[in-house]
């Protein structure tokens, strides 16, 4: 059955169903049923709510307070980020590289890349970590997600590998394949992608263990990565990543750049 088109009552523009909050402004929507995604989408969890922070329990939010922390540490502390070391062309970090929580830059719900065009809308309640003409990194409530660009002619499995295989063996150890991302793709593009399961290890060698995601896809020239990571729940969450509907969304919403 077709769902009734929704729009915004703050600035008027039309927001897709069961999105939680308005693509252009950012004000926060009615929740609704969240319609059948593509085969690959994360389903809600059977008699469970499928909306909104009500499904997020006290204990994953502490779970994820400490994650964050992991994250700062091990993921913020490099350079760039695992996706860039391998399919972008940043410069190495020289200077000024140590770990540290830093004040969050003003986060408009969405970023454009200056160098390839291409635009992400994310939940307004994240925060921007870093950003340049080529990524962005967002804290989300419970992990981290990334988007880079780059161009690139390597296939597309060889990129996805490449993305695990840089991540640095000291933080983030017993990488496990959980399962791949059927009919997975950014935006209107077909690509490839995949859930992990990992232990990722702070600086005061305490571990976390830990689902993300990688997918790509090429247009273009320009191949764009999708990195994900959040504290694992596999009882509770398909794939065990708790916020793989807000991930989902943000992979249906992205817009490419002009070709």
Known sequence: MEMPARFCGRCGAQVPPGAPYCG???????PLPIPTYSPYAYPPAPARPTVGVRRISGSQVAIAAGLLVILAVVTIAVSTFAVSQVIGNHKPCTSNCGAKIVTPLPAPATYKSSAFGFQVAYNPNWTVRSQDAQSVTLATRLGLLQIVGARSGQPLDQVM???????????????????????????????????????????????????????????????????????????????????????DDLCQQFQWGAA
């Open 161 to 247: 590998q490449a993305v695990v295989n840089a991540l640095p063996s000291s933080a983030w150890q017993d990488i496990a394949h959980v399962t791949d991302l059927k009919g997975a793709h950014v935006g209107e593009q077909d690509g490839i992608g995949a859930v992990y399961s990992a232990n990722l290890v702070g600086a005061n060698a305490t571990a976390a263990k830990v689902r993300f995601f990688v997918i790509v896809a090429t247009r273009g020239g320009v191949t764009v990565a999708v990195f994900g990571v959040n504290p694992a729940d596999p009882k509770n969450f398909p794939n065990g990543i708790p916020e793989g509907q807000w991930f």
């Open 24 to 30: 252009r402004c950012g004000s926060p929507q009615v």
